[in-house]
C-alpha cells in the first residue's frame, strides 16, 4: 500500500506573518520525522500553501500526522488528504524529480476537498480524510472508511485541545513519563495527568499505540 499526503495551511491568506509560519511548519515536520521516521518522503512545500509527502502505510501516515497536528502551536493548523492509491511521476523539464502523478495523488486530492467541504458544512473541526482510489481493492476502501470514523473524532479532540495539552499528549505518544513531562511544563505531575485525563489526551495516545508503528 503506498500513501499520498496532500495538506494545506488552514486560513493562510490571513497569517499575519507567512514566511514565519512556513518556517514554524518546515521545524515541525522535522521534528515529528525526527521522532517518528516513518515517511517515505516527509511533507514539503509545493506550490502556495500546500505540502506533499509520501508514508509507506495508512497506519505510518496516521501517527505522523498525529504528530505534527499537535506539535503545531496555536493559530497555526492544517488539513490532511490522505490518498491510497499508486503514485509515479512525470518527467519535466522544470523539476529535477518529475511532477508527482497517480491514482495515490488524486485520491489525496479528493480526499482534501472532502475535509474542506466537511469544514464549510457540518464539522467545523474536521481536519483530516483518507481516500482509496477506485482501483485498490476492497480492503484498501474499509481500511480507509475505519480510519475516516476514527479521524472525525481525533480531529474535534485535537481542536478542543489547548497548546500544552497538545504539548503533553506528543510526549505521552513518544512514551515520555508523566514525571518528566512536568518537570519541562513546570508544572505537578498531578497536573499533567488531569491534563491527560480533561482534554482527551490520553485517548489519543491510546489510539497512537494502537497504530502499527516500528
Do not use: K
Not at 520525522?33 to 495508512?58: F, I, K, M, S
Amino acid at each position: 500500500m503506498t500513501v499520498a499526503v496532500t495538506a494545506d495551511i488552514v486560513a493562510s491568506r490571513q497569517l499575519a506573518d507567512r514566511s514565519s509560519a512556513q518556517r514554524t511548519l518546515d521545524d515541525a515536520i522535522a521534528r515529528v520525522q525526527e521522532d517518528l521516521p516513518v515517511a517515505d518522503r516527509p511533507l514539503r512545500p509545493t506550490v502556495g500553501d500546500e505540502q506533499q509527502g509520501v508514508y509507506p502505510t495508512l497506519d505510518a501516515a496516521l501517527g505522523s500526522l498525529l504528530l505534527l497536528r499537535l506539535a503545531l502551536p496555536d493559530g497555526l493548523e492544517c488539513r490532511y488528504g490522505i490518498g491510497i492509491g499508486a503514485i509515479g511521476t512525470v518527467p519535466s523539464e522544470a523539476s529535477d524529480t518529475g511532477i508527482p502523478e497517480g491514482p495515490g495523488w488524486w485520491a489525496a486530492r479528493e480526499a482534501i476537498e472532502h475535509v474542506h467541504a466537511l469544514e464549510r458544512r457540518t464539522v467545523p473541526s474536521a481536519r483530516t480524510w483518507v481516500v482509496a482510489h477506485e482501483s485498490e481493492p476492497d480492503a484498501a476502501r474499509d481500511a480507509a472508511r475505519r480510519a475516516n470514523l476514527y479521524l472525525l473524532a481525533r480531529d474535534q479532540l485535537i481542536g478542543d485541545m489547548t497548546e500544552r495539552a497538545r504539548r503533553i499528549a506528543y510526549a505521552r505518544c513518544l512514551d515520555r513519563t508523566q514525571r518528566e513531562i512536568a518537570a519541562a511544563e513546570g508544572v505537578t505531575q498531578s497536573a499533567v495527568s488531569q491534563a491527560l485525563a480533561g482534554s482527551g489526551a490520553a485517548a489519543l495516545v491510546e489510539g497512537f499505540r494502537q497504530l502499527a508503528l516500528p
